[in-house]
């Protein structure tokens, strides 16, 4: 058994709850930009501390009036956009519990958080959500009210308010504790069906204020230096919602974007000039695998993959020095930084808007070379670790002292412990009271105050945790050998055309692989060949793309025994989505549902 813990540097609040830095924050400098929101021509408008404070008050007012009460739970279903963070502070003002529902989710889903958690009004973003909410309404007795967005219900609820006076308003605001619960997340829910994780408003503070206080260069927060961020990971994710939280008690710009798609997001990244970004690692893959196919296409790759390896080697070499094994870059290499910092690195920080030099990633493991190259072409991407369970990080990589393929060491009072198993537990302030209504799943997963995961890691001399693995995830093949899965698919989804990998094997001779294709990445490998575009079905048997991604699963093969390799791999005509229920929301793999899925696939790998 190992254990590192990392001091608290701030200490827990005493009372008070999440709203009150709204207000706070207002009386202190009611200038200042709290947020930024898009008008109705597409220009980003700031937000003041006081108009914030204004809204939120008047929000408040407007939900009083229609009938929420304090303890209330009321569900939100929609994108990242601004109304979310002004309806989850305005709920928190008069001490009602907001619950996050993804946007995709299907009916049945909608209806069990509902129903689960006793939800008693819902805001949604607009028609074809209210249709969604609407097909199950007869099985939701304790719903009352729906708000739809798009149909300006922020007016008509402030105006509904204003019969009502402030005072009351703060009578249930400094009613709160920070005992108090905040949130009710469900899970992915990876297997079987998702559960509501309490978060309380004590959790928040402990995760966010400490956070924020550890990652100064990240956050500051001094004249003329007020960071900003452009949120796009849905707020329906802990992790979302904790920079959310984490920007509004900081003083942090926010701005919030709704879609993923390149078209969308890069002209607000450009337009709004973020100093840090929030993403998890397939978004990083997809911003460096899309710069590459457009090198690619100008008939500059060699000069980019050149570029990409001075990069890594460049920041392989800082990070020697930063642990004391070796002296830094040296000056020929120093030189070629500059030339490619100059011709190719600055077109990568200007599409993230040219005042980004942080990024934080989370939700999965990143490539520790991706990594290395962000962090070269002058993007240093904070990697970190958490659950819902643990309100985002228990973990990160320090700033100025980043140990690339790990995901760094407890954030300030946490304490991280490896179990006999390897199983890592976590213990902290921002550990989550438990699984609403579900004495069972809590008790498995509470073990006198730690909280075990369910993942797999290692510590190192210095504290930096290691993820290995999901212990439910492990593959046992009938000669007995355990294999785990992630470290293979993250090897082999590494290369340009794979979007997906799964591994399989469990109880078999060996273990094989499902693969799914990039369609972006596939259309300009046809395009560089002067190849006609073919359904993917067909790509999917072409022996050159083929022979691509058998370099890509032997590559991910030297980093494993020979018993561990995949022997043989089957490439999909199409990847794996939420729609078809075999993604969860946050973009993990639903593993049951493909083997399922895709039975007789991964039989015929075992007969070839």
């Known amino acids: 058994m190992r254990e590192f813990t990392v001091p608290a540097l701030v200490t827990a609040a005493p009372a008070g709850g999440l709203a009150d830095v709204v207000f706070e924050r207002a009386e202190a400098d009611p200038g200042r930009a709290a947020l930024a929101r898009k008008d109705a021509s597409g220009v980003w408008r700031d937000v003041t501390a006081a108009t914030f404070r204004d809204q939120v008050l008047a929000l408040a007012k407007g939900l009083l009036a229609e009938g929420v009460r304090f303890g209330d739970r009321v569900a939100v279903m929609s994108r990242t956009r601004y109304e979310w963070t002004l309806f989850d502070f305005a709920l928190w003002t008069v001490g009602a519990q907001s619950v996050p529902v993804y946007p995709t989710s299907s009916a049945e889903q909608v209806h069990w958080m509902l129903h689960d958690a006793e939800v008693s009004a819902i805001v949604v973003e607009h028609e074809d959500h209210a249709m969604t909410v609407g097909s199950v309404v007869d099985r939701l007795p304790r719903l009352k009210r729906l708000w739809q967005l798009d149909t300006g219900v922020e007016e008509r609820l402030m105006a509904a308010g204003t019969g009502i006076d402030d005072e009351v308003v703060h009578r249930h605001r400094l009613a709160l504790t920070p005992d108090t619960p ?145 002296p830094g870059p040296g000056a020929v290499l120093r030189a070629q930084h500059r030339f490619f910092d100059r011709t190719v690195y600055s077109r990568l920080r200007a599409a993230l808007g040219g005042r980004c030099r942080y990024a934080m990633s989370g939700g999965s493991a990143m490539e520790r070379r991706l990594g290395l190259f962000y962090d070269g072409a002058g993007i240093r991407i904070v990697e970190g670790y958490g659950l819902t369970e643990s309100t985002a990080a228990a973990t990160a990589n320090p700033p100025e002292r980043p140990r690339f393929g790990t995901v760094g060491v407890p954030v300030p009072g946490t304490t991280v412990r490896i179990a006999e198993d390897g199983e890592v537990w976590l213990r902290g302030g921002q550990v989550f009271t438990g699984y609403l209504g579900d004495r069972h799943a809590t008790g498995k997963a509470l073990r006198d105050g730690w909280l075990a995961t369910g993942d797999l890691g290692s510590l190192d001399e210095d504290g930096y945790l290691t993820i290995t693995g999901r212990k439910k995830d492990i593959l046992v093949t009938s000669s007995g050998k355990s294999v785990s899965p992630a470290p293979l698919e993250d090897r082999v989804r590494a290369h340009p055309l794979v979007a997906q990998c799964i591994v399989v094997g469990d109880d078999r001779p060996y273990v094989c692989a499902l693969v799914t294709l990039d369609p972006d990445a596939v259309h300009h490998w046809l395009t560089m060949r002067n190849r006609p575009e073919t359904d993917p079905a067909e790509v999917a048997h072409d022996p050159d793309l083929e022979a691509e991604v058998r370099r890509a699963v032997a590559a991910a093969n030297t980093r494993v025994s020979q018993a561990e390799s995949i022997r043989a791999f089957r490439i999909l005509g199409s990847p794996f989505t939420e729609e078809d229920g075999l993604l969860t929301p946050s973009l993990k793999l639903r593993r049951k549902a493909i083997e399922k899925a895709y039975a007789a696939e991964i039989e015929a790998l075992y007969r070839s």
Do not use: W
């Open 182 to 326: 905040a949130t009710v997340i469900y899970t992915s829910g990876t297997t079987g069906r998702p559960k509501g994780c309490v978060l309380t408003h004590g959790n928040f503070m402990a995760e966010c204020d400490n956070v924020v206080r550890r990652y100064e260069t990240v956050f500051p927060d001094k004249a003329g230096r007020q960071a900003s961020t452009l949120l796009f990971l849905p707020l329906a994710h802990v992790f979302g919602r904790m920079i959310e939280v984490g920007a509004i008690r900081s003083g942090v710009r926010l701005g919030h974007q709704p879609s993923l798609t390149a078209a969308a997001l890069l002209p607000d990244l450009e337009a709004f000039r973020p100093t840090f970004v929030l993403a998890v690692p397939y978004i990083f893959e997809r911003i460096f695998h899309a710069a590459r196919r457009r090198a690619e296409a100008e008939g500059r790759l060699g000069p980019f993959d050149k570029a990409v390896e001075v990069a890594v080697r460049h920041a392989e070499a800082r990070e020697r020095k930063a642990f004391g094994t070796g």
